[in-house]
T-cell receptor
Framework: GDSVTQMEGPVTLSEEAFLTINCTYT??????LFWYVQYPGEGLQLLLK?????DKGSNKGFEATYRKETTSFHLEKGSVQVSDSAVYFC?????????????FGTGTRLTIIP | GAVVSQHPSRVICKSGTSVKIECRSL??????MFWYRQFPKKSLMLMAT?????????EQGVEKDKFLINHASLTLSTLTVTSAHPEDSSFYIC??????????????????FGPGTRLTVL
């Protein structure tokens, strides 16, 4: 079945450090790929997405490129801030014969220290 | 744009009672809504998918008689946890997918999530 594998956390970085959170997927079709972020006590917010191979999603300094050859969608940010502390979820979306499903990875907790 | 609200944000109830959670898309029409359950420090587990005006489709292992879902309009879906027990305590999150453009443009493959409802069953 379809699945998403995320880098296990927690991840702790100093402010202004470079961030990479790895995400790979297995899918039977051609999924759209997403990164969602969950701040403490809140629901999920869409961070960025890519709908086809080689697309790059970007938002708030975060980027991720849809790599079909490596089935990956790694999240990167050049200089993290304390406010980036949250849980990040990688997800894939597929719609097959009218059935649709968003499959999430287990989430990676990121803590940024000043 | 693309705002989804949930009510209540927190609810505490006694074992054996029923609890209703509402999910609303505020500025777009949601032909499809989804209900997830999130366990502490775990990922989201899809419980069911509901399309406006039709019966919900439940994921394997989810009791449809226990978790009643109604999607009565293009902006409202409800989840009722019937005869709740302590093991039903969890964080319930809904999402909505826009199938039609309303006041805000939404992508048909992007789900917009509500802030979640924390259910505690005593």
């Amino acid at each position: 079945g379809d699945s998403v594998t995320q880098m296990e956390g927690p991840v702790t970085l100093s402010e202004e450090a470079f961030l990479t959170i790895n995400c790979t997927y297995t899918a039977t079709g051609y999924p759209s790929l997403f990164w969602y972020v969950q701040y403490p006590g809140e629901g999920l917010q869409l961070l960025l997405k890519a709908t086809k191979a080689d697309d790059k999603g970007s938002n708030k300094g975060f980027e991720a490129t849809y790599r079909k050859e490596t089935t990956s969608f790694h999240l990167e940010k050049g200089s993290v801030q304390v406010s980036d502390s949250a849980v990040y979820f990688c997800a894939l979306f597929l719609r097959v014969f009218g059935n649709e499903k968003l499959t999430f990875g287990t989430g990676t907790r990121l803590t940024i220290i000043p | 744009g693309a705002v989804v609200s949930q009510h209540p944000s927190r609810v505490i109830c006694k074992s054996g009672t029923s609890v209703k959670i509402e999910c609303r898309s505020l500025d777009f029409q949601a032909t499809t809504m989804f209900w997830y359950r999130q366990f502490p420090k775990k990922s989201l587990m899809l419980m069911a998918t509901s399309n406006e005006g039709s019966k919900a489709t439940y994921e394997q292992g989810v009791e449809k008689d226990k978790f009643l879902i109604n999607h009565a309009s293009l902006t409202l879906s409800t989840l009722t946890v019937t005869s709740a027990h302590p093991e039903d305590s969890s964080f319930y999150i809904c999402s909505a997918r826009g199938g039609r453009t309303g006041a805000s443009r939404t992508s048909t493959d992007t789900q917009y999530f509500g802030p979640g409802t924390r259910l505690t069953v005593l």
